[in-house]
């Protein structure tokens, strides 16, 4: 992993110092060298380190290929040098021939290592079970040494080709496969946009402690040389094909040295992960060509840190169990292994059930990114439209919901639900969090007379959606430690009026939502006023509460709590009134 990092780092480094990120005027004269370069890397790798242990090489093409192989990659770096210069010439883009060879390349390493973790345990038994039919000679089989699977493995090549379709498949079809690859793209993309992590103390301390060294090496750079290097490395220059996380140059280094350095790992027997090699190398290209900002490093490292991590638990768990498994097999006997592979057949639909409905409820949408990727300023505003009303929709509905149940809660008492509500508001507001940043993003796009005019409405109707939140989280907060202490309830009569308005709040907050999924701006006055006569309902609650804290004293700590509840929900009110406001003023016009 260290040393997949520290290559994608070196390598992207020292290719965007010849490139640039407009690349089209140095690849007319070091495109072919490039090419060719890469062609016989992966030569050399793939056929010449990665198939000398092949069944389909014999001896004497391996000795051959040893004793002539500085003659062979002299004339493989010649002759391919000599077609990308042609491919050139005929206005071929050999960028995408070399991304096509490191493609092959790529999934050949795959093969070469994952097939073998794939068919090997199989096969083992499969020989297993072969060599004691034929020469156990009656010996019974916890007594037979398997001596004959120290020799090399002759794979029958049915085997190999029916285990790789089965792979290809399998990739082609997982969801789960797709997701990885979004992962990778996601933290490795050169321009701005949705992050799919969150920030961690790790990743800040990181950040911190790189920003002040970087500083240092930057201001003891001659001034010259730095303009040189910001030049080289000037990112407004960049050639982005469209919808593309990160352009030729680096797609070329990612998949060529990916394919490498997993060649020669599993010629030196190496133990590697094809996946987390692919990864690392994809994340060191994308911090050599300044895709982590100072904006975006913090989620990206986060990312990364996520990955690896969960990598090094995995296979502790790993280990873990699969010590545990052994034992109840060899304790249970066969009803063990009947048991297990019950549970296992159980867990594997399971997860993928869960898997599936995951994917339904993630929250991050295809709009989004659509949003993101756009660059045009008349599309910008249609899109950024529709995405405000998605989202809008999203914290009424949520809100909604939490409210009901807090409110619920605090007049049941029931800490549970309480407790369960306060998780789901703090994801909540991290997830809005992460839209106001797409938002922002997407008034970016527009052009400067409607970014300033509608961008304003945008950011206050965010700002508002916010303030709903924070309402119910306030409200939340002293219910739940009330409800924790098992202090004094309420009273059943001031249960019963605040839990009538509580259920009305929550139908206006329904009706608010459906107002603004449905774009429909005829039903806002009586929105208005259906929320001003539940602010005046509060209000008089709130007088009620008072005069009765002054005759009850008993009741001092329910009785500020309860105002607090009631003072909140006036505030979740009026700020859905001027979220509807803000909205109708983003939506209307040109």
Known sequence: VAIAFFFGVLVQYIARLIFKFNYRKQLKYFGALFGGFAATSIIYFILIKGLKESTLMTPENRQWIHDNTQIL???????????????????????????????????????????????????A???????????????????????????????????????????????????????????????????????????SPIARKLVRMTTNTSSFIVNNIPPKARTWLNARFDKDEVILEHGAAFDLIRASVNLVLASLLIALGTSLKLPLSTTYVTFMVAMGTSLADRAWGRDSAVYRITGVISVIGGWFLTAGAAFLICFTVTMIVYFGGSIAIILLGALAAY?????????????????????????????????????????????????????????????????????????????????????????????????SHLNDKVGLEKGLYYFQGNDFSYDIIHSIKRTCEPCLEHTDNNFNPLEQSQKDSFGEIAQSIVSFLEESRQSIEKDAFGDLAALYNQGNILINQLGVLKREEIRHMREQVSYIKVGIVYLTVIQESQNVVAYTINLLKMNQKFQEGN
């Open 73 to 123: 990659l002299g004339c493989c770096f010649l002759c391919t040098t000599i077609l990308m210069q042609v491919l050139m010439w005929c206005r071929i883009n050999i960028l995408k021939i070399v991304v096509l060879l490191g493609t092959f390349a790529l999934a050949l390493a795959f093969a070469g290592n994952d097939l073998v973790n794939f068919i090997g345990m199989p096969l």
């Open 125 to 199: 038994g499969y020989s297993t079970y072969h060599d004691y039919i034929a020469n156990s000679n009656g010996v019974s089989p916890d007594q037979y040494l398997m001596t004959s699977l120290l020799d090399s493995a002759s794979t029958p090549s049915i085997f190999l080709i029916g285990s790789g379709i089965i792979m290809v498949v399998a990739l082609l079809t997982s969801k789960k496969a797709h997701n990885v690859i979004k992962t990778s793209l996601d933290l490795s993309r050169q321009e701005a946009g949705e992050e799919s992590f969150g920030t």
């Open 347 to 443: 867990m594997l639909i399971h997860s993928q059930i869960s898997y599936n409905k995951k994917l339904k409820q993630e929250k991050n949408s295809s709009l989004a990114q659509q949003m993101v990727a756009n660059k045009d300023k008349q599309e910008a505003l249609v899109l950024l439209r529709k995405f405000s009303r998605e989202e809008f929709a999203k914290v009424l509905e949520w809100s909604a919901d939490l409210y009901h149940r807090v409110t619920t809660g605090f007049l049941n008492e029931s800490y549970r639900t309480l407790r369960k509500a306060m998780g789901d508001i703090e994801t909540e507001r991290r997830y809005f969090k992460q839209v106001k940043r797409l938002g922002t993003i997407g008034v």
